[in-house]
């Protein structure tokens, strides 16, 4: 049974500093891992991915490193802007192109 | 083009009583999905289903629980006899096809069972 574990609930930064969320995972399958971020009373949307054949991946502002031999993924984010103050949500395809495991989410503070 | 649409947005149902919960994919997308969130808890899938077929109700739970996308209209998650336990934000995604989880999500229907 797969798991995806975000053992941090919550973390706070300063405005223009990097913020890293971090994600761990069972699964040993081929698989995406994703990245979702959540604003209260709306649903997810889309951030980033990864594929397990990479290590890095990166959009902008947002970067994802997959660390297949501790099967551990972060996201960084940098600079780090207010409006990206929300839960942030880590998923695993779990060698499905469609069902999604996600972690419990950390809720980021971005502080001006 | 409007987003993935869910009503309603909360609902409030007291025990043993039905609930319907409707989800419109993004124009275009035939494939639809529902999630469940618990408090303090990620998402969980629940069902993966195509226009009249559902293809994995894997995560739907054995009872009171039944999902269905006709051919023309909204998806429909429904629960029979709500307890306590189904309080939870109810999740709807849709894609094109089966993209690699890149599914695009609805607002979430809240349901109070009171």
């Known amino acids: 049974d797969q798991q995806v574990k975000q053992n941090s609930p919550s973390l706070s930064v300063q405005e223009g500093r990097i913020s890293i969320l971090n994600c761990d995972y069972t699964n040993s399958m081929f698989d995406y891992f994703l990245w979702y971020k959540k604003y209260p009373a709306e649903g997810p949307t889309f951030l980033i991915s990864?594929?397990?054949?990479?290590d890095k991946n990166e959009d902008g502002r947002f970067t994802v490193f997959l660390n297949k031999s501790a099967k551990h993924l972060s996201l960084h984010i940098v600079p780090s802007q207010p409006g990206d103050s929300a839960v942030y949500f880590c998923?695993?395809?779990?060698?499905?192109?469609?069902?999604?495991?996600f972690g419990k989410g950390t809720l980021l503070t971005v502080n001006p | 083009n409007a987003g993935v649409m869910q009503n309603p947005r909360h609902l409030v149902r007291r025990r043993g009583q039905e609930a319907r919960l409707r989800c419109s994919p993004m124009k275009g997308h035939s494939h639809v999905y529902w999630y469940r969130q618990l408090p303090e808890e990620g998402l969980k899938f629940m069902v993966y289903?195509?226009?009249?077929?559902?293809?994995?109700e894997s995560g739907m739970p054995k009872e009171r629980f039944s999902a269905e996308f006709p051919k023309e209209g909204p998806s429909i998650l429904r629960i029979q006899q709500v307890v306590r336990g189904d309080s939870a934000a109810y999740f709807c995604a849709s894609s094109p096809g089966s993209v690699d989880g890149q599914a695009f999500f609805g607002q979430g229907t809240r349901l109070t069972v009171v």
């Open positions: 998923a695993d395809s779990g060698g499905s192109n469609y069902k999604l495991t």
């Open positions: 990864i594929s397990s054949i990479k």
């Open positions: 289903l195509q226009k009249e077929n559902i293809i994995d």
